[in-house]
Every structure is written in structure tokens, then in C-alpha cells.
């Protein structure tokens, strides 16, 4: 939780538009804190993103958009 929560609160500003995080634990059942703290974290930024998630991959994977 808190190591994804301070990599996007670091990384979110200098992403360029268009630009990608992706999770690999994005909302594992198991281990909830990463999609924890990026439900959080977009809450709090300003400007447009998109959120989303790579199909049949084999862990649950999401991916956040700055737009």
C-alpha cells in the first residue's frame, strides 16, 4: 500500500499526457493494498484520467491514464 501509494504521489506530476502505470496486484483479492491506495490516490488528482484493465492476463492487472 504504502510503496504504490508514494511511487503515484512521486511519478503522477512528472507523467506525461497519454502516459501509463500500470499494477500487476491492481485488485488482487489476496493483497488489496495496491488497489487500495490507487482508489485513494484518484480521488485527490486533479485533471482527467482514465482507468482500466488488461484482459485475460493472468494476474489482475489495471492500468491509470493521464489525460
Excluded at 503522477?12 to 493483497?31: A, I, K, N, T
Excluded at 484520467?49 to 492476463?57: D, L, M, N, S
Aim: net charge positive; hydrophobic share 35%.
Amino acid at each position: 500500500y504504502s510503496s504504490t501509494k508514494i511511487v503515484l504521489e512521486k511519478c503522477w506530476p512528472r507523467l506525461s499526457v497519454g502516459g501509463l502505470v500500470v499494477f500487476d496486484e491492481g485488485y488482487h483479492d489476496r493483497f488489496r493494498g495496491e488497489g487500495q491506495a490507487l482508489q485513494e490516490f484518484t480521488q485527490t488528482i486533479e485533471g482527467t484520467y482514465e482507468v482500466g484493465h488488461v484482459p485475460f492476463a493472468r494476474q489482475p492487472m489495471l492500468w491509470l491514464k493521464k489525460k
